[in-house]
């Protein structure tokens, strides 16, 4: 019914614009070996020790679970890492804690927070999270949203999956900052 992106933040004065895939991985891998900022080619002003804040969404979330798929493959979290129980904690831990980084939904975003780009390999080409780059598959977390139905949909059911697909269900997807999953007109729909 939609896409989303699943963006990396960091503190606004964390001097990293880009990460890998490869690079997210040591950091958040069990058994990962970047632990300081310094680990990584830079100092983030105001983090004691450059010591890495690890925030993760608690392991009965989607969004933990799809991170992990797509950062470590089979592979677990390092120990450490602080699980947290919404998105917006996520982005609140984030943007007052300089030494964080952490993972959640594009929409989450807020100006107290920078998204850094994505690439695929390291020295790939970079992306950056959008609606757009989520829809188009080009950014490298990105994933489907899906509702799922007990066989072909038919009536009540069928009607609504309908108005999902429709344009006012679309525009509310794409309000609450999502990728649409079918091109829109959002001027008249709600």
Known sequence: VGFDALAVYLHPDNPIDALSIEQLA????NGGT???????????????DQEIVVASRQNNSGTYEYFR???????DFRLGTRD????????DLVANTPCAIGYSGLAYATERVK??????????TCINPTEETAKDGTYPIARSLLMYT???P????????DWIMSDAGQCIIMKQGYAPATDVSCASAP
Do not use: N
């Open 26 to 29: 040591t950091i958040y891998g």
């Open 34 to 48: 970047a632990t300081r900022w310094t680990d990584l080619g830079v100092e983030v002003p105001g983090c004691k």
């Open 69 to 75: 798929e797509a950062i470590l493959g089979k592979g």
């Open 84 to 91: 947290m129980h919404g998105s917006k904690e996520v982005v």
């Open 115 to 124: 998204m850094a780009c994505i690439s695929a390999e390291t020295g790939g």
């Open 150 to 152: 007990a066989g072909e």
């Open 154 to 161: 038919a009536g009540a059911i069928a009607a609504y999956m």
